[in-house]
């Protein structure tokens, strides 16, 4: 995978997508310093991806830099607040940096996220293929 979006990235170096679904291959790989660089250009060229920020969150979670995760689960929220993903994996690194009371709101708007809506069904969420890479899944 790190092969076909890296030949992607050749011919289209502003492809964001390309830069996120490179980074998740690499964090499989644990090759965590070319992940990092990848998800910080994709959220550089699609600041208003949600799921430029939602990728770079689990990566910082599954990384065990939680104050980390929250910032990036919290840019997330603010372009998606009906995403349930980053509010359930909020409530988790709040709760282990100590953060309860941020953690009990998260779990609150995860709980509300996760009542069906017509404008969320037809949207494939979570983006498996990252929380699969991710050992998050």
Not at 59 to 73: K, V, W
Not at 79 to 89: E, K, Q, S, T
């Amino acid at each position: 995978a790190v092969r076909e979006y890296s030949a992607l990235l050749a011919a289209d170096p502003v492809h964001a997508a390309a830069y996120r679904c490179r980074a998740a291959a690499l964090a499989a790989l644990r090759r965590d310093a070319e992940a990092l660089a990848d998800y910080r250009r994709a959220v550089e060229l699609a600041p208003r991806n949600d799921d430029a920020w939602l990728g770079r969150g689990l990566f910082h979670f599954s990384r065990g830099r939680f104050a980390e995760s929250i910032e990036d689960f919290d840019r997330a929220i603010a372009l998606d607040p009906g995403n349930a993903v980053p509010h359930r994996f909020k409530a988790s690194a709040c709760d282990r940096i100590g953060k309860y009371r941020e953690a009990d709101e998260a779990r609150h708007a995860y709980v509300h996220c996760t009542i069906p809506r017509e404008e969320t069904e037809s949207r494939e969420r979570p983006p498996v293929r990252e929380l699969r890479a991710l050992g998050l899944e």
